[in-house]
């Protein structure tokens, strides 16, 4: 599967943005879904995931309560929503995809990846 990111932008801590992830291909459906971020100097980083038909989702701890991750499968797209943006918030937004199994917290477990979108929080 091939995956395309948008969505980035630069904004004020406090706001809001809406990440997309849009999927080629008709087996969308078969696989969970995961958003990563990577600071500049810093690892790739768990933010969340959701099952192939939406019924789980998983996030990390400094996310959680501020974003939300959803999918259309019907759109073949997957969606993170970020409210009260942060400064640390601050990175380059991957969207991540794997075969349908238990959801996974780290990178290596996903096979396929988008470009990435920056996504820049200001003080």
């Known amino acids: 599967v091939q995956l395309q990111a948008s969505g980035g932008g630069l904004v004020q801590a406090g706001d809001s943005l809406r990440l997309s992830c849009a999927a080629s291909g008709r087996t969308f459906s078969s696989y969970d879904m995961g958003w990563f971020r990577q600071a500049p100097g810093k690892e790739r980083e768990f933010v969340a995931a959701?099952?192939?038909?939406?019924?789980?989702?998983y996030y990390a701890d400094s996310v959680k309560g501020r974003f939300t991750i959803s999918r259309d499968n019907a759109k073949n797209t997957v969606y993170l929503q970020m409210n009260s943006l942060r400064p640390e918030d601050t990175a380059v937004y991957y969207c991540g995809a794997r075969r349908a199994d238990t959801l996974k917290s780290l990178s290596r477990e996903y096979d396929s990846w988008g470009q990435g979108t920056l996504v820049t929080v200001s003080s």
């Open positions: 959701i099952s192939w038909s939406g019924g789980r989702t």
